[in-house]
């Protein structure tokens, strides 16, 4: 199971949703510190990913990083996977800074918000 955002608020049901030797994958950073001895009784692993971390300490493995960002273009290229993003807004503006904040604390924003380049 990967978890993308909020981890905190639903560390609980994916701990449940596990089966016994699973593995729950994140890439966000929780506000707050996850009790992680929840894993033990089910023998759940946890695996933080981080995009850049091959790169950051020079691992043995670092090609590996331009040959996933090679198949995703590909993937992307071909269709199989699209954006998601929700709403693009246009240049940063103060006009469209606030359309942007509204969608988020309105909980309208559904996939990224795009704002480019200054007015």
Request: proline share 2%; net charge negative; aromatic share 6%.
């Amino acid at each position: 199971v990967i978890s993308l955002n909020r981890t905190e608020d639903y560390f609980d049901q994916l701990i449940e949703v596990l089966a016994p030797q699973g593995k729950l994958a994140l890439i966000d950073e929780p506000e707050t510190i996850l009790d992680i001895r929840k894993l033990k009784q089910k023998s759940l692993s946890l695996h933080w990913e981080l995009m850049f971390t091959r790169s950051m300490f020079k691992t043995e493995d670092m090609i590996q990083q331009r040959e996933l960002v090679n198949r995703v273009a590909e993937l992307v290229d071909a269709g199989k996977i699209r954006t998601t993003i929700g709403t693009h807004y246009g240049a940063i503006c103060a006009e469209n800074l606030i359309k942007a904040h509204q969608d988020i604390e309105n909980g309208k924003a559904i996939g990224k918000i795009v704002l480019e380049s200054f007015a």
